[in-house]
């Protein structure tokens, strides 16, 4: 869709494009000499990394892709379907589609033997520190996917598409599942890096050409309609790529994008540890705090998994409200832009996370912040933890992953 339009879609499939110019303005880029069509978000992404008007945003169509997708898998007959989901590991809780895969798969336990298969690509591998071995990360993927009613993924692939590590691996198991003839229908949350990853896919073909590259960028909904993406499979198989599934519950869909680059990693995640005890808060940027409400007897030890752009702070509980107050948006970042900003975010909300830990040496328990990141607590007995965070933003706790 963003470049080559006649190239990227099938004319033989209506259903592919019907979605992927409609309602955008076409705009000429002739600046190296070669007239090539963009639509006005593409060219405004591609020249200045930014949605330019509000009207093209405005004028950008509802996919729904349970209705859209699940139609054409349940249509297929003599092919095998394999939904491949793209998973951000710096944000895995966050990034999961469930309710996506849980309309697109049957229920765990239910599949028929012609029934679509789930591959799960866990991307930006990059990002994870080097003690978060493949064996013990695809192990707990398939116990957080069982842990959420999630069918079982025929298989967990751990990629980057910034360096290209498990590409060719994950392309060989894609090729298996589908057999000789078949559709892999790409799904995944906005920022999990589904559009780089098609693209590393392509360049691990020899197909990848830069003029034809998708668009990527740390801004939401980059893609609009199911685009085939050519090339990438054998013949008789077809890729298809479909718009990002906005997540209102990650931190990062209601920020701005200068906000958006703050929060996505931008290397390998180093750990910050804080020890903290009663009476103490850690405030992570202006958009999440933890309170340790209560620590009998034991100092707790939080590690803060986040971008190294996230600026975090501790000190006394009682004085928190008022150093949100002073500095979030200006010295405590994400936000940017001050009190304003601050008051058109609205302020956060409480939730009370209680923990039993049995041992400070290791996480015992991680807090994740959809968007944001998470938080691995150690603590040598019981703890009751207030994590704050914007309204609607999802905090769960869950079994550390570290
Ligand atoms: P999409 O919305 O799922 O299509 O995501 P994009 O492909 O646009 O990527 C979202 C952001 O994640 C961009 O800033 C990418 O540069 C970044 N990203 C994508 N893949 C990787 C990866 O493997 N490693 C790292 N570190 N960043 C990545």
Redesign the pocket.
């Known amino acids: 869709f963003s470049e080559r339009v006649d190239s990227w879609l099938d004319d033989e499939d209506e259903e592919a494009d019907e979605n992927s110019v409609e309602g955008l303005r076409i705009a000429e880029d002739v600046s190296n000499g070669t007239a090539r069509v963009l639509c006005t978000r593409c060219f405004s992404l591609t020249n200045y990394g930014r949605i330019k008007s509000a009207m093209a945003e405005a004028a950008l169509p509802e996919f729904d892709l349970a209705k859209r997708v699940g139609r054409k898998l349940a249509l297929q007959r003599f092919r095998r379907s394999v939904v491949l989901c793209?998973v951000?590991?710096?944000d895995f809780d966050g990034s999961l589609p469930r309710n996506a895969l849980r309309a697109l798969l049957p229920a765990a336990g239910q599949a028929a033997a012609d029934a679509p298969q789930l591959v799960m690509a866990i991307?930006?591998?990059?990002?994870l520190p080097t003690q978060a071995t493949p064996l013990r990360v695809q192990a707990w993927a398939r116990r957080r996917a069982r842990q959420g009613g999630l069918p079982q993924p025929a298989r967990v692939a751990l990629?980057?598409?910034?360096?290209g590590?498990g590409v060719p691996s994950l392309l060989r198991t894609l090729h298996e599942e589908v057999g000789g003839r078949g559709d892999v229908w790409v799904v995944?949350?906005?920022?999990?890096?589904?559009?780089?990853?098609?693209?590393?896919m392509r360049r691990a073909v020899g197909k990848g050409d830069i003029k034809a590259e998708?668009?990527?960028?740390?801004?939401?909904?980059?893609?609009l309609g199911m685009l085939k993406v050519p090339g990438v499979m054998p013949p008789k198989c077809k890729m298809f790529d479909t718009p990002?599934v906005p997540h209102k519950f990650q931190l990062t869909s209601r920020l701005s994008a200068d906000e958006?680059?703050l929060l996505?990693?931008?290397?390998r995640l180093r750990p910050r540890t804080y020890r903290l005890g009663e009476g103490q808060s850690l405030l992570m940027g202006g958009c999440a705090r933890v309170d340790i409400l209560s620590s009998p007897g034991a100092t707790l030890y939080l590690t803060v998994w986040a971008s190294d752009d996230v600026i975090c702070h501790f000190g006394r509980t009682d004085s928190a409200d008022e150093r949100l107050e002073k500095h979030s948006g200006v010295t405590l970042v994400p936000p940017l832009g001050g009190p304003e900003r601050r008051e058109e975010l609205g302020p956060l909300v409480a939730d009370d996370v209680d923990i039993t830990g049995t041992s400070w040496k290791f996480s015992t328990v991680d807090v994740a912040i959809a968007g944001l990141g998470w938080l691995g607590v150690g603590v040598a007995g019981n703890a009751l933890l207030r994590v704050w965070a914007h309204k609607g933003v999802a905090v769960t706790t869950r079994e550390a992953l570290l």
């Open positions: 793209v951000d590991a710096a991307n930006k591998v990059d990002l990629v980057s598409a910034a360096s590590t995944g949350a906005q920022n999990a890096g589904k559009s780089s990853l098609i693209n590393a998708i668009t990527t960028a740390a801004l939401p909904g980059t893609t990002g958006v680059r996505l990693p931008r290397r």
